[in-house]
């Protein structure tokens, strides 16, 4: 059962995060990887909000596996976040490529924040 709902949040994730990364890159005229930047950006608020709905007891493990594991595991994606950087890299944009390291990992971790504690306001 586990298995299906980590599939089924999968199902969803995988393919917003392919159209949601064509749309948001088609509207900027940059090297700058701004679709998946944004993916990873509001993957980090959704798992934050869902982690302070389940500490707050108003989410359970199920949904944890639906959105959590599955959705939010197949609409972010380190690995073209790595690969993207050191591409910038590569093609002599370093400062693009630390600017994706750097606002990635703070944009994430706030966005992470940020949904923790607006989940702790709203069930507190």
């Known amino acids: 059962m586990n298995?299906?709902?980590?599939?089924?949040?999968?199902?969803?994730?995988?393919?917003?995060?392919?159209?949601?990364?064509?749309?948001?890159?088609?509207?900027?005229?940059?090297v700058f990887p701004w679709g998946t930047f944004v993916v990873n950006v509001t993957g980090c608020l959704v798992l934050g909000l869902l982690t302070g709905a389940v500490s707050a007891g108003e989410a359970g493990r199920h949904l944890q596996l639906l959105l959590g594991t599955g959705l939010c595991g197949a609409l972010t994606t380190y690995s073209t976040f790595s690969y993207e950087t050191l591409r910038l890299t590569e093609t002599g944009a370093g400062l693009y490529a630390a600017a994706n390291a750097v606002g990635s990992v703070v944009a994430g971790l706030g966005a992470a924040f940020a949904g923790v504690l607006v989940a702790g306001a709203v069930w507190a």
């Open 3 to 30: 298995w299906l709902l980590v599939a089924a949040g999968a199902v969803i994730g995988a393919p917003l995060r392919y159209l949601t990364d064509r749309v948001v890159q088609s509207r900027h005229d940059t």
